[in-house]
């Protein structure tokens, strides 16, 4: 089955300077991968996604990045902010068959003022 | 909009006994799934439902764990003669069903078995 990698398990990045977090997955089937924010004692919210028709999407200060050859896709937070501290997942799906997410093992942010 | 509601937000029970942790999802949401979140696991999915019907429930523990969704407002997942290592965040999230659609979480049951 699927199996989402999530490269970092931490990051420290200061105030104001961009952030990545690296995803890799190993179906080449999947075609649907979300990025989810988990703040301290709080449950997952949705933040971007990507589908495979597509190689880059930007919402204000985030941009995923896809790259299907490599079977890679990435989360860059641009201008970081103190409140973007939190655990951030990606996650994949495929659009046929069982379509359930399959996450990676999160990354951990701190923004430093 | 309330969100998906679970209930109860904590639990604690004693080994071997048995604990029923229920989701109400989205108004709407036609697909209802369900994972566990522990910090040496991360999040592993159990079992999902699309219109009340199961359909996939690979991830589910074979012998003790069940899930059911009788009617479109509330699902619930039910362990048996729970152990210790049964302890984690239990998250339920619905959506709208189709493929590429995104979750909304809930809360999320912590579980503790002692």
């Known amino acids: 089955g699927e199996k989402v990698e999530q490269h970092e398990s931490t990051l420290s990045v200061r105030e104001g300077d961009s952030a990545v977090i690296n995803c890799t997955y190993t179906d080449t089937a999947s075609s649907y991968f979300p990025w989810y924010k988990q703040e301290a004692g709080k449950s997952l919210h949705f933040v971007i996604d990507i589908r495979s028709n597509v190689d880059r999407k930007q919402s204000q200060r985030l941009i995923v990045l896809l790259d299907k050859k490599a079977k890679r896709f990435s989360l860059h937070i641009t201008a970081t902010q103190p409140e973007d501290s939190a655990i951030y997942f990606c996650?994949?799906?495929?659009?046929?068959?069982?379509?359930?997410?399959?996450f990676g093992s999160g990354t951990q942010l701190t923004v430093m003022p | 909009n309330a969100g998906v509601i679970q209930t109860p937000r904590h639990k604690v029970t004693g080994k071997g006994q048995e604990a029923t942790l229920w989701c109400e999802p989205i108004s709407g949401h036609s697909a209802v799934f369900w994972y566990r979140q522990t910090i040496v696991q991360g999040l592993e999915f159990l079992t999902y439902f699309r219109n009340q019907a199961p359909i996939d429930d690979s991830g589910m523990p074979k012998e003790r764990f069940s899930a059911q969704m009788p009617n479109q407002s509330h699902s619930t997942l039910k362990i048996q003669s729970t152990q210790p290592q049964d302890s984690a965040v239990y998250l339920c999230?619905?959506?709208?069903?189709?493929?590429?659609?995104?979750?909304?979480f809930g809360s999320g049951t912590r579980l503790l078995v002692i």
């Open positions: 999230a619905s959506s709208l069903g189709q493929p590429n659609s995104d979750y909304t």
């Open positions: 996650a994949a799906s495929m659009t046929s068959g069982s379509w359930q997410l399959i």
